[in-house]
Every structure is written in C-alpha cells, then in structure tokens.
C-alpha cells in the first residue's frame, strides 16, 4: 500500500516570502493531520481535516498560515509570509475515521532565511 | 490543557541490558496513550498504544493512571531498537490530534 507522499521534500525561503505544502494521504482516510516539528521538539498539531471539514484548528496560526482541502482527498498548507520562527519540519498524517493509528508522511523540512 | 513530558532527551544502554523510556502525562480525562518511532532515515510511525496491551518488537508499555505514566520497557535491549521515541496521546476520541512530548533519543551501545 502507497504510504502518504508530501513535497516538496525541502525548501528555502527568505523571511516574508510565501510557502506551499502538497499532502496525498493514504487512499481511503478520510482525516488528515498537519504537524509543525522545531528542531529538538515533538510534533505539535495545527489542523486536522475530516474528508474536507476542519476538524481542529486551535493551534494554526491563522494570520500567516492556511490549509485546505478542497475535494476531501490532497491538502495543502500554506505561510504567507513567512518568518525564522517557522523553519521546521512540516509532517503530514493521515488515518481512518475514528481509528487511532496515523500514518506519517516523510515530512518537508522549511528553511527560512 | 493536555501535556506529555519525556524527561530524557538521550538514553544510551548497552546491548542485552534492560531498557526504560519515561513518560508522563497531564490531562483531565481519560486520554489513549502512543508511542511512535522513528528510525533513522524513516518515517513517524505508531510502535504501539495502551489500549491494544500488546507486546511489539518486544517493548510493552502500560498505563498507570495514579501516576499519570505511560512508560516504554523492554527486557533486552538490541542495536536495531535505536531510534527516536515519541510518547503522545488523544483525547481518546478515536481519530483526535496528537500531543507528544518532545522525544527520547534512545542510542544501543553494542
């Protein structure tokens, strides 16, 4: 089974530039997950999607940041603008409804200048 | 609000030697507990969860509620088991967002 593929896998920006992440979850989840990782941190939750509904967005900050998934299938997160603090590790999960295990995705690791 | 702390960030243990990953929790109700691994140059992924009480790879974990600890043991460490650890949990909502902790980096000494 094709796990969950996110790209791009790495990139570097300058500060108050604008960034894309692309999530394809695992055929057939419905919920979908992005986690911010700062070096030398766990994952932190920033949004969770059911099909194409925002589930938790408590800890997205909204004034830079969005995320949508418009047909309930591919996600995208975007940071316009960007700032230093952001530089981490952007991971996407997936798993299916009311089931606990997430599947991870590689993840994309933000540099920003 | 729920928290999770791991106290170590590195535990390095000898090969065949005993292994245990701390981790404590806060939260006001009755939440799933997780432990995710990764290996270097892998994925995230699920090692094992409280409520399955099973035994993977080896490792067992189990809840105790008075203590509010969910710590990862395993009788005889092996080099293969080196890898990032991750303790998390749910508000016990089935598909609910992750809390972790900040992870323990566990080195196997040969």
């Known amino acids: 089974e094709a796990g969950v593929a996110q790209s791009p896998r790495y990139k570097i920006i300058e500060k108050r530039q604008s960034v894309a992440f692309w999530c394809n979850p695992i055929?057939?989840?419905?919920?979908l997950y992005w986690y911010q990782q700062i070096l030398g941190q766990g994952p932190k939750l920033l949004i969770q999607?059911?099909?194409?509904?925002?589930?938790?967005d408590s800890q997205l900050p909204k004034d830079r940041f969005s995320a949508e998934r418009l047909k309930g299938v591919d996600s995208t997160l975007k940071i316009q603008p960007a700032k230093l603090e952001d530089s981490a590790v952007y991971l996407c999960?997936?798993?299916?409804?009311?089931?606990?295990?997430?599947?991870f995705g590689p993840g994309t690791r933000l540099t920003v200048l | 609000a729920q928290r999770v702390t791991q106290p170590e960030k590195l535990l390095s243990v000898f090969k065949g030697a005993p292994v245990e990953l701390k981790c404590n929790y806060s939260?006001?109700?009755?939440?799933?507990l997780f432990w995710y691994v990764q290996y270097s140059r892998q994925r995230l992924q699920l090692l094992l969860r409280?409520?399955s009480r099973e035994s993977i790879k080896g490792f067992t974990a189990d809840l105790n509620k008075g203590e509010t600890s969910f710590h990862l043991k395993k009788p005889f460490a092996q080099e293969e088991d080196s890898a990032m650890y991750y303790c998390?949990?749910?508000?016990?909502?089935?598909?609910?967002?992750?809390?972790f902790g900040k992870g323990t980096h566990l080195i196997i000494q040969p």
């Open positions: 055929s057939g989840h419905a919920t």
């Open positions: 999607f059911q099909n194409n509904g925002v589930v938790d």
């Open positions: 939260y006001s109700g009755s939440p799933e």
């Open positions: 409280h409520i």
């Open positions: 998390a949990l749910n508000s016990g909502g089935g598909a609910d967002g992750l809390t």
């Open positions: 999960a997936s798993s299916l409804p009311l089931y606990n295990e997430q599947f």
